[in-house]
T-cell receptor, first 112, second 115 residues
Framework: AQTVTQSQPEMSVQEAETVTLSCTYDTSENNYYLFWYKQPPSRQMILVIR??????QNATENRFSVNFQKAAKSFSLKISDSQLGDTAMYFCAFNSGYALNFGKGTSLLVTP | ETGVTQTPRHLVMGMTNKKSLKCEQHLGHNAMYWYKQSAKKPLELMFVYNFKEQTENNSVPSRFSPECPNSSHLFLHLHTLQPEDSALYLCASSQGFGQGDSPLHFGNGTRLTVT
């Protein structure tokens, strides 16, 4: 079975600071994709960033970047210069050629 | 207009009612999904349709009945639900199914409360 674990149910960060959300996964596959989704109070899940397992270079999207450690099966999300609009649930997800498997999520609160 | 539209946004129904959730995608995608989101639990995949054909039913109780008349529309028919079925039901679509580089696009969900 493929599982995704997010060990931080809740986190908070001050505006303009940097925060890192953790994610680990378990798989025997060698080729797969990893994603971070954001779910604001509007409830719509929005893709933040994705990483292909065969690429060693960490993905970056503006203020969002990942630290992908394939051997450790770790995929953390770093948010730089946090903004109030970053307040949301963040879900880590895994896909090895089937439907996405999600973690339980981390609730991030950005405070002024 | 969002790429994936779900209606209704909220639904309250009794255990003996019959209702349907609707999802429509305007992205030209070929795969559509129903997910169930309950508090403090990972999203649970319920059904997958690829080119209108159901490819997955994740041991979902028969009181949930999906329908996919075409690649753009997906329904979830509900009958004789239980209180534990109360949750947020999310619809999603993707360009292809089983392709890890094809991200999902989600709707805003239907918040279902079973009384």
């Amino acid at each position: 079975a493929q599982t995704v674990t997010q060990s931080q149910p809740e986190m908070s960060v001050q505006e303009a600071e940097t925060v890192t959300l953790s994610c680990t996964y378990d798989t025997s596959e060698n080729n797969y994709y990893l994603f971070w989704y954001k779910q604001p109070p509007s409830r719509q899940m929005i893709l933040v960033i994705r990483q292909e397992a065969y690429k060693q270079q960490n993905a970056t999207e503006n203020r969002f970047s990942v630290n992908f450690q394939k051997a450790a099966k770790s995929f953390s999300l770093k948010i730089s210069d946090s903004q109030l609009g970053d307040t949301a649930m963040y879900f880590c997800a895994f896909n090895s050629g089937y439907a996405l498997n999600f973690g339980k999520g981390t609730s991030l609160l950005v405070t002024p | 207009e969002t790429g994936v539209t779900q209606t209704p946004r909220h639904l309250v129904m009794g255990m003996t009612n019959k209702k349907s959730l609707k999802c429509e995608q305007h992205l030209g995608h070929n795969a559509m999904y129903w997910y169930k989101q309950s508090a403090k639990k990972p999203l649970e995949l319920m059904f997958v349709y690829n080119f209108k054909e159901q490819t997955e039913n994740n041991s979902v109780p028969s009181r949930f009945s999906p329908e996919c008349p075409n690649s753009s529309h997906l329904f979830l028919h509900l009958h004789t639900l239980q209180p534990e079925d109360s949750a947020l039901y999310l619809c999603a679509s993707s360009q292809g199914f089983g392709q890890g580089d094809s991200p999902l696009h989600f709707g805003n969900g239907t918040r279902l409360t079973v009384t």
